[in-house]
């Protein structure tokens, strides 16, 4: 992770910004208006039909265009929302940087429209279980400030390219943050398939599917089947089956520079399809062959000062919690 840090510059402005005094009993920050210049354009993307999205988006909007910064979002945002609105596809061509304001859905989507033009991405978080988005809303302006001010930390995540080969002579190229996942279509039987790495046989299974996760999406899909965390900055892929029918068919780790190549074996009804980070790219049938491999671009994450990856793990899995000792406490204090 390489941290970047600018000194902010104390003179203010005539005109710009605002400034404070510190007196007895009264203590207000200055904020320098001439914050950093690397972010002049920033896109804010989110669900605003959400109420708990549409407030944050709302308070960014406006801290941004007070802080002098381009702001863009989608034509569907509301007619009060402060920017400009652009179309979804010209957004990252233009933008510094992307502020998703919801879920991890939200920074996967967000993803995909910044992956072209290599548009960093900022995460806050307004869904349940997210991994990804890391500010707090409640914390929202004030690590932003700090973003805008030069101070935060870059991180570089992999991505995965997938490409879907049909019998029919069509190629169906997909993109995905966290995995590409061959999966059961319908109500079809247990899909059986054939796996190798780097051109070389790994296996034959039978289950529910398969999962090929970056480090990213370790923490995803690829975890609820038993997959291993991975730490982001590893140059991994994890290779997970999904309820596999035999016990000792387990998870591999293998290095990202090697592809993975996956093909149906046909059975009597079986059905199957592929996704890319929950997106249904085609049917997947015995004629198809499915690659996988790590793409050239690369997603960029900026985390403001005090980013922990371990933190966010004992937080969201409740690492360290004894729920034995947290009872006992609750029902002493009712005693």
Not at 78 to 89: D, H, N, V, Y
Not at 94 to 123: C, E, H, Q
Not at 138 to 163: H, I
Not at 193 to 206: D, L, P, R, W
């Amino acid at each position: 992770m390489v941290v970047w840090k600018r000194k902010a510059n104390n003179r203010l402005a005539v005109g710009q910004g605002f400034a404070t005094i510190h007196r007895v009993g009264v203590f207000l920050t200055i904020v320098s208006s001439l914050m950093s210049k690397e972010f002049n354009t920033i896109a804010i993307m989110g669900r605003h039909e959400d109420p708990r999205v549409a407030e944050p988006v709302a308070a960014l909007a406006s801290y941004l265009t007070k802080a002098e910064v381009d702001v863009v979002t989608v034509p569907e945002s509301p007619a009060g929302l402060s920017g400009r609105r652009l179309p979804e596809a010209e957004i990252a061509a233009v933008s510094d940087l992307i502020i998703a304001v919801g879920g991890d859905g939200t920074m996967l989507y967000a993803a995909r429209l910044a992956r072209k033009d290599n548009v960093p991405l900022l995460g806050v978080n307004r869904g349940r279980l997210g991994f990804l988005a890391d500010v707090t809303p409640d914390e929202m302006l004030q690590s932003l400030r700090k973003v805008l001010d030069g101070e935060y930390s870059r991180e570089s995540r992999l991505l995965l390219d997938a490409r879907l080969e049909t019998s029919d002579g069509n190629v169906i190229n997909a993109a995905a943050m966290n995995d590409i996942v061959l999966q059961r279509r319908g109500a079809g039987r247990m899909l059986d398939f054939e796996t190798s790495i780097a051109g070389q046989f790994v296996n034959t299974h039978s289950g529910d599917g398969l999962i090929v996760a970056t480090p990213t999406g370790s923490t995803a899909y690829a975890l609820s089947c038993g997959g291993p965390i991975i730490e982001p900055q590893l140059d991994a892929i994890v290779v997970v089956p999904v309820c596999p029918h035999t016990l000792s068919d387990r998870p591999v780790v293998v290095p990202a520079n090697l592809e993975i190549e996956v093909r149906l074996l046909e059975r009597a009804d079986t059905q199957a399809e592929v996704a890319a980070d929950g997106h249904s790219i085609g049917a997947f049938t015995g004629k198809d062959r499915l690659l996988i491999g790590a793409a050239d671009e690369r997603i960029t994450l900026i985390h403001p000062p005090g980013y922990d990856f371990y933190e966010i793990l004992r937080s969201k899995l409740h690492w360290g919690r004894d729920s034995r000792v947290r009872h006992v406490v609750e029902d002493s204090g009712k005693q």
